[in-house]
């Protein structure tokens, strides 16, 4: 006990008697104190007589803890009157000795114990930290103005491992809803991929048929004309029959194109025959047989060959090849009025060039004409029909030959040249001249 003052029951609260534990001059301040501020702030119209109540309040910022009750005082002539007994606490010795006793040593125990006023700064103890294992409890009785604090010791590891957790929750979130959108981004590919095979697919069909049609309408022309009796010299129909010989042959240089193509493409190996063969005359019945397009064309084929320029080929893969890449200059360079195919040998290499002197290709498109379903702009905007399996199917027999094709500018830059190089074999040991 600090102080005890008693009153009188007079509306102006007389002071009857005021005593201090340790009288000093600030004794008369903390009087007027209590009778000014604190008296009002006391709750007597409800309080009965000799029941104790407690006030824990801040006043300048200095906890107060009163004790108060009504008591009855037995006067001389034998009447009763009331006075009223205010006590004093001294808040440190409550602080010192009750709170020290009761909390537990914070190192020795699970738990961590604090106690903090309304505003939240610390009266005992030290701070706990920010985090939801926090509890705190007010006072019931007696020291109301406070709050006492309990946080389990490990609760800042607790609170950075619900932390970490909460960061993995929200990675792991993100990581999905990074794999939704790269799996819808890949659907979208796919289909937007299958619906350009698909447009790709039915253009290579209506091109396909289309190439068919043409040389198959001038085998029957000249088979009808022959069926009809009308020609009117022999010279004539062996020549209608050299071109129905020779556009049959082209015919099926198309068909085998696609087969060829369709065999390469179910990942099946075509079938080759190798055997030795003599480019020069190989690359010539090629040539024949696309004579009388060039001629409609109003263009020439020219063919120089290297006598006994040999190679190891299938000889109907080779042709094919070559008559792809005689269409094609047909097709492509309508300007040329002669192309010319020739067969030689260059260090230690057949060789086989086709060239023409069109428009020639791009060196950014050198590569990519040999691709399956490439198909070029023309520079004069012209449509060309065609399927674009031609020149990757020239590639396809090329690597089976162990050889290569490759497009270059023809000289002065006009046109271009396709060259087609096989492994030189020489002349088969029967051939060889002393
Ligand atoms: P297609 O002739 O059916 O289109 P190819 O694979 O034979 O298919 O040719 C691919 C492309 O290469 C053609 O579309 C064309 O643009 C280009 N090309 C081929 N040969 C020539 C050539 N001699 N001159 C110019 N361009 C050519």
């Known amino acids: 006990m600090a102080h005890v003052l008693v009153l009188d029951a007079s509306p102006t609260r007389n002071v009857i008697g005021f005593a201090s534990r340790n009288p000093g001059p600030l004794d008369d301040a903390f009087r007027l104190l209590l009778l000014r501020r604190v008296l009002p702030d ?7 007589m000799s029941q104790i109540k407690h006030l824990h309040r801040a006043y300048d910022g200095t906890f107060l803890l009163l004790t108060y009750f009504r008591a009855q005082h037995l006067r001389s002539d034998g009447t009763y009157d ?3 007994v205010v006590l004093h606490h001294d808040v440190d010795s409550v602080r010192r000795e009750l709170l020290e006793q009761v909390v537990p040593e914070p190192r020795a125990a699970s738990a961590r114990v604090n106690v903090v006023d309304d505003e939240g700064r610390i009266i005992f103890g030290q701070p706990l930290g920010k ?30 491992k619900a932390r970490r957790r909460r960061f993995l929750e929200m990675s792991l979130l993100a990581m999905s809803a990074l794999v939704v959108v790269a799996g819808a981004i890949v659907l979208l590919l796919a289909t937007a991929q299958e619906r350009r095979l ?27 004309l022959l069926a009809s009796g009308r020609v009117p010299t022999e010279e004539k129909k062996q020549q209608y029959l050299g071109t129905i010989v020779r556009e049959s042959e082209r015919l099926s240089a198309l068909i085998e194109n696609v087969l060829d193509f369709a065999r390469v493409e179910r990942g099946k190996k075509v079938a080759y025959e190798f055997a030795d063969a003599e480019l020069g005359a190989l690359v010539g019945k090629a ?10 064309e109003g263009m020439r084929l020219e063919l120089e060959t290297e006598p006994e320029v040999f190679a190891r080929v299938d000889e109907r893969a080779v042709q094919l090849a070559v008559i792809n890449l005689v269409e094609n200059a047909v097709k492509y360079a309508p300007a040329s009025e002669v192309v010319n195919v020739s067969v030689g040998r260059e260090k230690g290499a057949a060789v086989v060039r086709v060239r023409d002197r069109g428009p020639g290709i791009p060196p950014e498109d050198r590569e990519r004409v040999f691709e399956r379903f490439y198909r070029g702009k023309q520079p004069d905007g012209r449509q060309v029909r065609g399927s674009g399996i031609g020149l990757s199917l020239v590639a396809s027999v090329m690597e089976a030959h162990q050889g290569d094709v490759r497009v270059e500018a023809g000289e002065d830059g ?8 096989f492994p030189f074999e020489g002349p088969p040991p029967s051939s060889v001249r002393r």
């Open 198 to 224: 698909n447009a790709l697919r039915s253009e290579f069909v209506a091109n396909v048929s289309h190439e068919l049609k043409t040389p198959l309408a001038i085998v029957r022309m000249y088979g009808e």
């Open 82 to 84: 009331e006075r009223l």
């Open 287 to 296: 040539v024949e047989a696309c004579r009388y397009r060039a001629d409609t």
């Open 414 to 421: 006009v046109g271009s040249v396709f060259v087609l190089t």
């Open 42 to 48: 006391l709750d007597l119209s409800t309080l009965p």
């Open 131 to 160: 985090s939801d294992l926090v509890v705190q409890k007010r006072f019931p009785t007696t020291l109301y103005a406070w709050r006492l604090q309990v946080a389990p010791t490990s609760s800042e590891g607790l609170a950075e």
